[in-house]
């Protein structure tokens, strides 16, 4: 499932302890099916209802999903995500490169299955190379957040 397909409102309330009642009455929706719908992929979520679930699950690493891949004409103007600031934001962070990594895992078996690599399949290895970087630093910053996170016995 790709970045696209895949929607995190879940996985945000989860992290923010919450159950589906009491997202939908801190968010403003009145009924908890229509949560699920839209946690589910079967309804398509506003960017106001977006915007509230990044200040309630305290994750602003969903807003910058959101116009990534819900919105794509301003994707094209979209800088990398902004610092983590919250678990909220680790956690999301991590659930996006689990998928990366799912993508990238199957397009390099696919690649690889012949045992030979096409002139075309050798330019398709090179892109996957420059994005295991990028992932690699993402890990590197969601490593720093970790060691620089502030603890109750600090």
Known sequence: MSNVDKLYYKVCREQAGL????ACELLGIAEEATLSRYENGHTPVSQDVVAAMVKVYQ?????WWYIRYICPDLALHLPDPPPMSTDGDVMLRLELAEDDLVEMRSALKTIFRSGEVSCEEAKRLK??????RTM????MQIAGYLEERKCCCE
């Open 127 to 132: 892109l996957k190379a420059g994005t295991f």
């Open 59 to 63: 994750t602003p690493t969903l807003a």
């Open 136 to 139: 690699a630093s993402k890990f």
């Open 19 to 22: 159950t589906q009642k009491q």
